[in-house]
């Protein structure tokens, strides 16, 4: 019933998260705590009150190359709308402060009014992501919760939200260039400059599998509910 890729619901729980340390991220947006024993998928996903079939799509989808996609069918959109809103805070309430913080330590041994363009220039970026998401929190999510209520929407359809649906990770891709190719480091602020590269790398691949996920799987899962409305008239 489950079986939707690479990953199932009779592994182990820990046998994703040793085979793959990212998926870690997945299970905190979930709501899934560690310390699951030598529970399986299903049996942890029960346990947090996650349903099953949503988690393994979203796993499977993000880290299984095999997978070029998944069947909306088996997704529970309530609980992919609680995942996508824990994502949004986790990079709105984490993820970017973090990275604003260690940025600022690395730029303030250099100039002075560099330093301030290139905090500048994230803090804009930052807002750019608080728009983009913020948009989703009080416009989409709403609307499919409404759908998901059974109440049709005119004006409004999923397809209005994928027109739209920008690639949020563009202007991080930038500053990280811009560091790396024409940023001076001084060699007292070396390490730090590094480790706030390390972070920018990451977040924009997360940020990458964020707008990957909801191309994929939110946005056809959405329109399969539309569907189901229309020919329910």
Do not use: W
Request: hydrophobic content about 40%; proline content about 2%.
């Amino acid at each position: 019933m489950y079986r939707l890729g690479k990953y199932t619901a009779s592994d182990r729980m820990s046998d994703l998260v040793c085979g793959n340390y990212h998926i870690l991220l997945i299970m905190s947006r979930f709501g899934i705590a560690s310390g699951f024993g030598d529970r399986t998928v299903d049996e942890v996903c029960r346990q947090s009150g996650v349903d099953t079939a949503t988690f393994l799509a979203v796993v499977n989808l993000l880290y299984d190359d095999d997978a070029a996609s998944a069947d909306c069918r088996d997704v529970s959109l309530d609980a992919f709308l609680r995942y996508l809103h824990n994502s949004h805070d986790y990079f709105l309430q984490y993820r970017l402060p973090d990275i604003r913080r260690k940025l600022t330590a690395a730029v303030a041994c250099g100039d002075e009014d560099v330093a301030e363009v290139i905090v500048r220039f994230f803090d804009d970026y930052a807002a750019e992501v608080h728009k983009h998401m913020m948009y989703e929190e009080e416009t989409v999510f709403p609307y499919v919760r409404r759908l998901l209520a059974g109440e049709s929407s005119v004006g409004y359809d999923i397809e209005t939200f994928h027109r739209r649906h920008d690639q949020i990770e563009a202007k991080l891709t930038e500053l990280k260039n811009i560091l790396i190719k024409y940023y001076p480091v001084s060699e007292s602020c070396g390490k730090e400059m590094n480790g706030v590269l390390f972070d920018i790398f990451l977040c924009e691949s997360e940020l990458t599998s964020h707008n990957d996920l909801e191309n994929r799987l939110f946005i056809p899962s959405v329109a399969a509910v539309e569907r189901k409305l229309r020919d329910a008239r």
